[in-house]
């Protein structure tokens, strides 16, 4: 399964671009976009968990399986370029996992993105 992502091209222009900008080099320019993604994932569970909780909105439950399995493939990602994630990634998969396996509305994900 893979996350919706840049081109390419579209990557590789827009890294061109921040290290002309300024002095940022190509390795910290793919760490800061790697990390950004992975912030981005997490910040949508926590909001479709806060639509759920404080504004009733369930609906939002069925899109949390695969923005889950978004998570967990930006922290595969992060983590194997960026040791400092391990750690979180480490928690998340055997402290949060269980748990949200265990939720009503989680449904494990394919390699495509379908429920199973």
């Known amino acids: 399964m893979n996350a ?8 590789s222009r827009l890294q061109a671009l921040a290290t002309q900008l300024g002095a940022v080099s190509a390795a910290q320019f793919q760490r800061w976009f790697d990390l950004t993604g992975l ?18 909105k369930s609906s939002y439950l069925a899109d949390l399986p695969l923005v889950t399995e978004y998570v967990r493939e930006a922290l595969a990602l992060t983590t194997n370029a960026h040791s400092s994630v ?7 998969e055997s402290d949060l996992m ?6 009503p509305w989680y449904k494990a994900i394919d390699s495509e993105g379908w429920a199973l």
Do not use: C, K, M, Y
């Open 98 to 103: 269980p748990v949200i396996r265990e939720q």
């Open 86 to 92: 391990a750690e979180f990634r480490d928690w998340f």
């Open 4 to 11: 919706p992502t840049l081109s390419a091209e579209q990557a």
């Open 39 to 56: 912030q981005r994932h997490l910040r949508v569970l926590g909001v479709f968990a806060r639509l759920h909780l404080r504004d009733h």
